[in-house]
């Protein structure tokens, strides 16, 4: 395993930047436990002060130091993120691994349920939920409602590898020998499909954080949590752009564009990595 | 009944299936949730002083009836839809008494101009940059778009076009960075009007130009550079067709049809990247409405928004679905 990381840093560019790039997220996240401010009290430094050697990023409008309010929201960010891709992974991993190993009508009506939620807009229904929410959203209800729509690209994805498992000759022994489908499921064709899951993972990830930046910058959040979409959406309340404290705007936005690149390429290198094709094409084959 | 006809109904099919589906997550999320919008109208209209306790309950019987929130759950539900097959979604609280179908008719203009503009123009860009990199691997410049585009592809709608409106508002303010048009020009078919609706949105077309090309070249890429392996391709060289035609009608064109399916399917993820665009640069269409509802607290514009975003999208991908055995004509034979 470890052998397999170094050979990947070295010769997969992409590998080497994006787990770098993670690497210094990371570092911002474990960085938080050690804030030497609560996240959630303001006016505890002069504000508005561009970077210097107190203040590494400067500090905010609301007397914030503008670093450690970004390690705060960077750790809630991730964990969101996190959070939603973990339970969205569990429906569109049962939903693959179904539609994938039983094929023909149930295979047909998963996918054609699959492909509505692919397509069907979600932003319009979040501003929805939240207008009914209002006071009572809360980070919970919108990681659940968010992993509820955001699992049927990647379900699609682990049903394409599961739909080449069905016909392997050791499905057809497990089959014979008596196993359930349940555990050929689990303990056949999902060791198969966890690379695929593992990529895909990373790229949610990324959406999640992607559409809490959205939502919070418009205020559709609990914005009273610090989170990157917060931050910007406090920075803009503030007017912080046209006030000329760019640092309290350009930090979060870098930060993120940090964040996306890196898990992005990271599961990039992971397909190729899992892709022998791309593999033998990278070696000149 | 011809293979065209079988296809066309399967379309057909899994359009009524998205409509569906989109509305009733649309009406499970309106009833389900704790908060009831008529309290909630009720309780902002009345929190400036005290209000006679007759008139409040006149206006909950006339706001239910509004919201259609009256009768047993089955009964709104039958109502909900009636309202949506007939286009009436009632008057907007917030531009009272504007029915909310003609705030939305007056949006959607705008956002599909914007949408059909950008996506348009990244898909034709990104497929044709990425299939001449996936083709002519050695090129130093396709290499180097190629690492622009795989950095572009993963940031969201929002950041692209904060980072835009920085860039051309702040550091380099040459073009109109908020608005449909300019204030002062009267609407019409004139030639001031139309060159200001088209500055105007050159910046939202940017930014959901740039947010899509990424993945289109990415995408393209890898697919061209897995045909190029095929066998019928390394024919056609051997026998020594010229490259250009071997690029474009042995290569890209089977290429193309993935790609299209991909348009097809990733279309709702574009919209939304649209709508968030059009409210950073305070773009006319749907998304400023959307929000503009939000904030004043305007039940049937926001419900009236997300029911005709569902049914558009929809749409659009339904008349892409018809578009397909133009390309592949394998569906109009089998």
């Given at each position: 395993m470890l052998k397999i990381v170094r050979d990947l840093f070295r010769h997969n560019r992409e590998f080497a930047v994006g787990s770098i790039l993670v690497l210094l997220v990371v570092g911002l996240v474990v960085a938080s436990f050690f804030s030497p401010y609560p996240p959630l009290d303001s006016y505890l430094v002069p504000p508005d002060t561009p970077p210097s050697w107190d203040h590494l990023l400067g500090t905010n409008s609301r007397g914030q130091d503008v670093f450690w309010q970004l390690t705060i929201a960077m750790r809630n960010s991730l964990f969101f993120g996190i959070s939603v891709a973990v339970i969205s992974r569990v429906i569109s991993l049962v939903i693959g691994l179904v539609s994938g190993y039983a094929g023909g009508m149930v295979d047909r009506i998963l996918m054609s349920i699959n492909d509505t939620f692919v397509v069907i807009p979600l932003f319009p229904i979040l501003t929805l939920f939240y207008f009914m929410m209002h006071d009572h959203m809360s980070w919970?209800?919108?990681?659940?409602?968010?992993?509820?729509?955001?699992?049927?690209?990647?379900?699609?994805?682990?049903?394409?590898?599961?739909l080449s498992l069905?016909?392997?000759?050791?499905?057809?022994?497990?089959?014979?020998?008596?196993?359930?489908?349940?555990?050929?499921?689990?303990?056949?064709?999902?060791?198969?499909?966890?690379?695929?899951?593992?990529?895909?993972?990373?790229?949610?990830?990324?959406?999640?954080?992607?559409?809490e930046v959205t939502l919070s910058v418009i205020g559709l959040t609990n914005i009273e949590t610090p989170t990157i979409g917060t931050m910007i959406y406090w920075a803009n309340q503030h007017t912080a752009m046209v006030a000329g404290v760019w640092w309290w705007v350009l930090a979060p936005v870098a930060t993120v564009i940090m964040t996306f690149i890196g898990l992005f390429?990271?599961?990039v290198s992971m397909n190729e990595f899992i892709d022998p094709r791309t593999r033998l094409a990278r070696m000149g084959a | 009944m011809t293979s065209y006809t079988w296809y066309f109904l399967r379309r057909l099919g899994q359009f009524v299936l998205v409509v569906f589906v989109g509305i009733n997550i649309v009406f499970f999320v309106t009833h389900a949730t704790p908060i009831d919008p008529v309290e909630q109208a009720i309780s902002s209209a009345t929190q400036f002083g005290q209000s006679d306790p007759r008139a409040v309950e006149i206006m909950r019987k006339a706001l239910r009836e509004l919201?259609?929130?009256?009768?047993?759950?089955?009964?709104?539900?039958l109502t909900f839809w009636r309202r949506l097959a007939t286009g009436d979604?009632?008057?907007?609280?917030?531009a009272f008494p504007t029915p909310v179908s003609k705030l939305i008719g007056q949006a959607l203009p705008w956002t599909v101009g914007l949408l059909a503009t950008s996506t348009l123009t990244a898909w034709c860009i990104g497929n044709f940059m990425g299939g001449l990199a996936g083709y002519y691997r050695r090129n130093r410049l396709l290499k180097a778009a190629g690492i622009f585009a795989m950095g572009l592809q993963p940031i969201p709608s929002y950041i692209m076009s904060l980072v835009v409106l920085i860039l051309f508002g702040y550091f380099w303010p040459i073009l109109p960075i908020t608005g449909g048009f300019e204030m002062n020009i009267h609407p019409g078919f004139t030639f001031s009007f139309i060159s200001s609706v088209v500055t105007h949105s050159l910046l939202p077309v940017l930014s959901l130009t740039l947010i899509t090309i990424g993945a289109w070249f990415v995408g393209m890429r890898s697919l061209v550079s897995n045909i190029i392996s095929e066998d019928y391709v390394v024919y056609a060289?051997?026998?020594g067709v010229d490259r250009h035609k071997i690029l474009t009608s042995y290569v890209m064109r089977n290429a193309l049809m993935p790609q299209l399916t991909g348009?097809?399917?990733?279309?709702?993820?574009?919209?939304?990247?649209?709508i968030i665009t059009e409210v950073v640069f305070g773009y006319p269409g749907l998304g400023t409405l959307l929000i503009r509802g939000v904030n004043a607290?305007?039940?049937?514009?926001?419900?009236?928004?997300?029911?005709?975003?569902?049914?558009?999208?929809?749409?659009?991908?339904?008349?892409?679905?018809?578009?397909?055995?133009l390309l592949d004509p394998r569906v109009k034979i089998r």
């Open positions: 919970t209800l919108l990681a659940l409602a968010m992993a509820s729509l955001g699992w049927p690209y990647d379900a699609r994805l682990i049903r394409s590898v599961a069905r016909n392997r000759e050791f499905t057809t022994q497990s089959i014979f020998s008596g196993m359930s489908m349940r555990q050929i499921l689990v303990e056949d064709h999902l060791p198969y499909v966890l690379p695929i899951v593992f990529s895909t993972t990373l790229n949610n990830i990324n959406w999640s954080i992607g559409l390429l990271l599961s | 919201y259609g929130l009256d009768g047993t759950l089955w009964q709104q539900y979604f009632g008057p907007s609280l917030s060289e051997l026998a348009l097809a399917l990733s279309l709702g993820g574009i919209f939304n990247g649209a607290g305007d039940y049937s514009l926001v419900l009236g928004i997300a029911s005709i975003s569902i049914i558009a999208v929809a749409t659009a991908v339904f008349a892409i679905d018809l578009l397909y055995p």
